[in-house]
C-alpha cells in the first residue's frame, strides 16, 4: 500500500473517532496552537507539537468525513435500536 494515500481512501478510519480529542490539547495563545501526539517513529513517545491556527486548522479540516458518511458512535449490540430491548433484557 502507498503511503502517500488520500484520507479520502480510507473514511472508515474517521466513522468510530473524532480526529483529535479535547485532552491533546494543551494550549491557544498567540496565533498558536499546541497540542500532544504520539511520535510512532520514537517507540510512541508523547510529544508537543505547536503550530498556527491556520496550519492546525488546514491539517484538522483533512479529517472531516465526506458529505454521504456519518460518524458512527455506537453500533452492534450498542445500537440505538437494540437498546430497548437490551434494558428489557436487563430488568428480567
Not at 483529535?20 to 501526539?37: C, E, Y
Request: hydrophobic share 40%.
Amino acid at each position: 500500500m502507498s503511503a502517500n494515500r488520500s484520507h479520502k481512501d480510507e473514511p472508515g478510519r474517521y466513522t468510530h473517532r473524532v480526529a483529535i480529542s479535547n485532552h491533546r490539547l494543551v494550549s491557544l495563545a498567540d496565533g498558536q496552537v499546541t497540542f500532544r501526539w504520539r511520535d510512532s517513529a520514537h517507540n510512541n513517545e508523547q510529544k508537543l507539537m505547536t503550530l498556527s491556527i491556520d496550519e492546525f486548522l488546514r491539517r484538522f479540516l483533512l479529517h472531516l468525513l465526506p458529505k454521504c458518511f456519518v460518524r458512527i458512535r455506537h453500533f452492534g449490540f450498542l445500537a440505538n435500536r437494540r437498546r430497548s430491548i437490551l434494558f428489557v433484557r436487563a430488568d428480567v
